[in-house]
């Protein structure tokens, strides 16, 4: 007889199903975790206050795109359950819809970029920390539109499962922005010595090669052809006030949440370049478990979207469930290593950098991992179960959350710093008891069972009766071979 965990592993949505979608996710997220991470650590090898500006900067430039990154992002469910409806002639059409909301950010990048300056002026950061932020933030602004449309791009291989493809592209794309930032940093190669603003651009160039990846992948005759890729860029009314309807708040959540983290960060830097610097860098440290969490939600959420397409609610919840028990094994790992072996997740940062400014940084560091260690598997409930109420459709739910708890972090860290003299260590105690929040109220939704009647698609129309009289001389494929057929191809190359 198996015993319980194989039949869990081997189960429809079970474990295996559930690494199948998720581990190519996990891998595309730890290549951008990768790209952060040495961006960071390259930045700390060449000045200390380079790397303090790096992380206010490059909050604010992901801000500013938040809302239609969300937009865009939301596609995914779309492609999902109308993949698991069985219509593959909807697919292309909502590409070409999250295509046209991508363009939306060209405008707001146009618009920011003047007041870059003043904005890095009003937040009061040491004046050193303010030129190099603007650097930064003007250099990050030119690759953000890639990184929408790359979203936009990644949600039909993301909807149809083709997660492997999509980890291939992250990997090469990593690849590139550490090529790019090692020789336009240090000015290695006979490339100039940009410092910050190198690294701005290599993390903007290897976006746009990004996009280039995804754009030749979507228009090879397997995807074009089944898909419609050509025909669904041609702006569809109907179907972009649905994607409105249900992205509208994913896109707030985006814009919200990057929101508060900003603030967040820039209240702590009010308390001076070795606040600011621990902070960057144990978020740099916590983005080894955040980012991968964030590949594993996105999986559940096309896996509960998926599931409810072809109305079978009790294997979404299954694969939701199989999704928190390999996450919360992966959470615990992390969250034990950050309180006990810190030093570990440090001891990169402080290959080339000068010693003693390193020391100092590191002393705070270590704690600020230790708050780390503590809403770390909060984090992970959070990421599992927003992916599944996401996945179904419930965005409605998500904005209320996101609206009310969202300026907590920044207003409870504003208070710790400027009126109850709580300092560095009282601001990370709110965040993180904004995260324990977040965890407890999405599990809480989860287990009210509302997401299961949900869905983003509209319902087929009925066949006519000559049409029904056609299908019965022919048997429909099921939506697992229609997957095989459409993903196995471009998994084999």
């Given amino acids: 007889m198996r015993s319980k965990l194989s039949v869990w592993w081997r189960q429809p949505s079970g474990g295996r199903d559930v690494m199948a979608m998720a581990l190519p996710l996990v891998v595309s997220m730890m290549s951008w975790t990768l790209m952060q991470f040495i961006d960071r650590m390259f930045l700390m090898w060449y000045t200390a206050d380079a790397l303090a500006a790096s992380l206010p900067a490059g909050m604010m430039s992901f801000f500013v795109i938040a809302f239609p990154f969300g937009l865009a992002n939301y596609a995914a469910t779309f492609v999902a359950q109308y993949y698991g409806a069985g219509r593959p002639e909807r697919m292309g059409q909502v590409v070409g819809q999250a295509t046209w909301l991508a363009l939306f950010t060209v405008v707001l990048v146009a618009a920011s970029r003047p007041g870059a300056p003043w904005f890095f002026s009003w937040l009061g950061h040491e004046g050193s920390i303010q030129v190099l932020e603007v650097d930064y933030y003007l250099t990050m602004a030119l690759g953000a539109v890639m990184i929408v449309t790359s979203a936009a791009w990644s949600s039909l ?123 960057n860098m144990a978020f740099n440290v916590n983005s080894l478990v955040f980012i991968p969490l964030f590949g594993i ?108 708890s969202a300026p907590y972090p920044a207003l409870g860290a504003w208070l710790a710093v400027s009126h109850f003299g709580w300092g560095l260590y009282g601001a990370w105690a709110v965040l993180t008891s904004w995260v324990w929040f977040l965890g407890i109220i999405y599990l809480h939704r989860f287990l009210q069972g509302k997401w299961r009647s949900m869905r983003v698609i509209e319902a087929a129309v009925p066949l006519k009766e000559e049409e029904l009289s056609a299908e019965s001389t022919n048997e429909k494929p099921s939506s697992e071979a229609g997957l095989l057929a459409a993903v196995e191809p471009a998994s084999g190359g």
């Avoid at 309807?245 to 707030?252: K, M, Q």
């Avoid at 028990?325 to 997740?345: I, Q, T």
């Avoid at 770390?376 to 996101?402: H, I, N, Q, R, S």
């Fill in 157 to 279: 291989l993301i909807g149809l499962g083709n997660t492997r493809t999509l980890m291939y592209v992250d990997m090469a794309t990593a690849v590139v922005n550490i090529v790019l930032d090692y020789l336009l940093i240090f000015g290695n190669g006979g490339f100039p010595e940009m410092g910050i603003a190198g690294a701005g651009w290599g993390t903007s160039l290897a976006h746009t090669f990004k996009a280039c990846l995804l754009l030749a992948i979507l228009l090879g005759t397997e995807y074009r052809e089944t898909y419609q890729i050509v025909p669904g860029m041609r702006f569809s009314r109907e179907l972009m006030l649905r994607m409105l309807r249900f992205g509208f708040p994913n896109g707030l959540q985006f814009f919200f949440e990057i929101g508060t983290i900003t603030m967040f960060v820039n209240m702590v830097g009010r308390l001076g370049t070795l606040a600011l610097s621990a902070t």
């Fill in 297 to 404: 939600s996105t999986a559940v959420s096309s896996l509960v979207g998926q599931r409810l397409g072809d109305d079978k609610p009790d294997l979404a919840a299954r694969a939701t469930w199989s999704a928190l028990s390999l996450s919360l094994c992966y959470g615990l790992f992390f969250s034990v290593a950050y309180a006990v072996v810190p030093d570990l997740f440090l001891f990169a940062h402080a290959a080339q950098a000068d010693a003693v400014s390193f020391e100092e940084i590191r002393r705070p560091t270590i704690v600020l991992l230790r708050f780390v260690a503590a809403y770390c598997l909060f984090d992970t409930l959070y990421m599992v179960f927003a992916g599944a109420v996401k996945g179904a459709g419930d965005t409605k739910f998500v904005l209320w959350v996101t609206a009310l």
